[in-house]
């Protein structure tokens, strides 16, 4: 589980493409892995007026009942559910939650492959158990017919950042069971969502005698298109595999994958405005002007970046012109021009 955590929060690090930040709204995530079985009632829900891609986050009052204690009433104040799981999610349904051990107020829906909380109800484990990456403002180019399947490699962050650099952006993941070994599910749901490619993590695919699953062909050492493997098999994920989805941008206006800064780099930076540049496209305006991992964008064409969700728009509006980029490049103040790319369509 631990290594599903990992892909997952790195595959939400680099759900900004100059655009607001991606995330699952899933109540203490935390309990996923260090909390304690238990069963609970709902008696009551809400609405939260969130969504992320359409799917709605509700809230929930609950009647937890541990294993060997006295039952009790918490409450679950965000939880991400598909449209298709709203009726399992009703008063007196019976629902698998963990519980914080130190905390027992704490309590979390059991978000495990397998859980009766995530019944399947399409026969697709790779449908019914997607996790869906916020919209990040990308402009996609068409998906293929069906996308490639690809072996990941050990390296989560190489094989992300290699795809973020080849501007490929994620849609989102499915973990499943061990007994979910069909590769033509997993593709149906990435035809279904538009991926252009498919990442595996965990557990092999059983694949037709003959046919391998293919190395990430832009991963660090590989030339474009060569095939092979990369490094050792990854390392197992604990409740079967991971697949990760992604799609193909159009060629963007800027090229920078960035994110807000966090606190610390605030008070290193001494300022609370500003990007922190966690990647850049390959062949971006970006790129081509130098800018680098790591380097943080205080300014584009004299405005301040106060607010990261509202780069993408500002961009777009200035799309085309040249402009000046102020960033800090290891404690240094430092200012590139950038030739803009006009709105791909």
């Given at each position: 589980?631990?290594r599903t955590?990992?892909?997952?929060?790195?595959?939400?690090?680099?759900?900004?493409?100059?655009?607001?930040?991606?995330?699952?709204?899933y109540?203490?995530?935390?309990?996923?892995?260090?909390g304690?079985?238990?069963?609970?009632e709902?008696?009551?829900?809400?609405?939260?007026?969130i969504?992320?891609?359409?799917?709605?986050?509700?809230?929930?009052?609950?009647?937890?009942?541990?294993?060997?204690?006295?039952?009790?009433?918490?409450?679950?104040k965000?939880?991400?559910?598909?449209?298709?799981?709203?009726?399992?999610?009703?008063?007196?349904?019976?629902?698998p939650?963990?519980?914080?051990?130190?905390?027992?107020?704490?309590?979390?829906?059991?978000?495990?492959?397998?859980?009766?909380?995530?019944?399947?109800?399409?026969?697709?484990?790779?449908?019914?158990?997607?996790?869906?990456?916020?919209?990040?403002?990308?402009?996609l180019?068409?998906?293929?017919?069906?996308?490639?399947?690809?072996?990941?490699?050990?390296?989560?962050?190489?094989?992300?950042?290699?795809?973020?650099?080849?501007?490929?952006?994620?849609?989102?993941?499915?973990?499943?069971?061990?007994?979910?070994?069909?590769?033509r599910?997993?593709?149906?749901q990435g035809?279904?969502?538009?991926?252009?490619?498919?990442?595996?993590?965990?557990?092999?695919?059983?694949?037709?005698?003959?046919?391998?699953?293919?190395?990430?062909?832009?991963?660090?050492?590989?030339a474009?298109?060569?095939?092979?493997?990369?490094?050792?098999?990854p390392?197992?994920?604990?409740?079967?595999?991971?697949?990760a989805?992604?799609?193909?941008?159009?060629?963007?206006?800027?090229?920078?994958?960035?994110?807000?800064?966090?606190?610390?780099?605030?008070?290193?930076l001494?300022?609370?405005?500003?990007?922190?540049?966690?990647a850049?496209?390959?062949?971006s305006?970006?790129?081509?002007?130098?800018?680098q991992?790591?380097?943080?964008?205080?300014?584009?064409?004299?405005?301040?970046?106060?607010?990261?969700?509202?780069?993408?728009?500002?961009?777009?509006?200035?799309?085309g012109?040249?402009?000046r980029?102020?960033?800090?490049?290891?404690?240094?103040?430092?200012?590139?021009?950038v030739?803009?790319?006009?709105?791909?369509?």
């Amino acid at each position: 589980m631990r290594r599903t955590v990992l892909l997952i929060s790195l595959l939400l690090s680099v759900a900004v493409l100059l655009t607001g930040c991606s995330g699952l709204y899933y109540s203490n995530p935390d309990l996923q892995t260090a909390g304690v079985s238990a069963r609970a009632e709902i008696l009551e829900t809400w609405e939260t007026g969130i969504k992320v891609n359409d799917e709605p986050v509700i809230g929930l009052k609950v009647r937890v009942q541990p294993a060997g204690g006295s039952p009790y009433e918490a409450t679950i104040k965000r939880v991400l559910i598909s449209q298709l799981e709203i009726p399992q999610f009703q008063p007196g349904a019976v629902i698998p939650v963990r519980v914080d051990p130190k905390d027992p107020s704490r309590v979390a829906i059991d978000l495990s492959p397998g859980s009766p909380a995530k019944v399947a109800s399409t026969g697709n484990p790779y449908h019914d158990y997607f996790a869906a990456a916020a919209s990040q403002g990308a402009r996609l180019m068409p998906p293929p017919p069906a996308p490639e399947i690809y072996l990941g490699s050990s390296d989560d962050f190489a094989d992300i950042r290699a795809l973020t650099e080849n501007s490929y952006v994620p849609l989102g993941h499915s973990e499943v069971a061990k007994d979910g070994s069909d590769p033509r599910q997993a593709v149906d749901q990435g035809k279904q969502i538009g991926a252009s490619l498919i990442v595996v993590y965990g557990e092999p695919f059983d694949l037709p005698a003959g046919q391998t699953l293919k190395a990430l062909p832009f991963h660090p050492g590989f030339a474009s298109g060569e095939k092979g493997t990369i490094g050792s098999v990854p390392r197992p994920v604990e409740k079967g595999r991971v697949v990760a989805y992604w799609a193909k941008a159009r060629p963007p206006v800027f090229g920078v994958y960035g994110r807000p800064l966090k606190d610390e780099e605030k008070t290193r930076l001494r300022r609370n405005s500003g990007m922190f540049v966690d990647a850049v496209a390959n062949g971006s305006p970006a790129a081509a002007a130098g800018i680098q991992e790591g380097d943080v964008i205080l300014e584009i064409d004299g405005k301040q970046i106060l607010d990261v969700t509202a780069v993408q728009a500002f961009l777009e509006s200035i799309a085309g012109k040249k402009v000046r980029v102020d960033l800090v490049r290891l404690g240094s103040p430092l200012s590139v021009e950038v030739q803009l790319n006009e709105v791909a369509r």
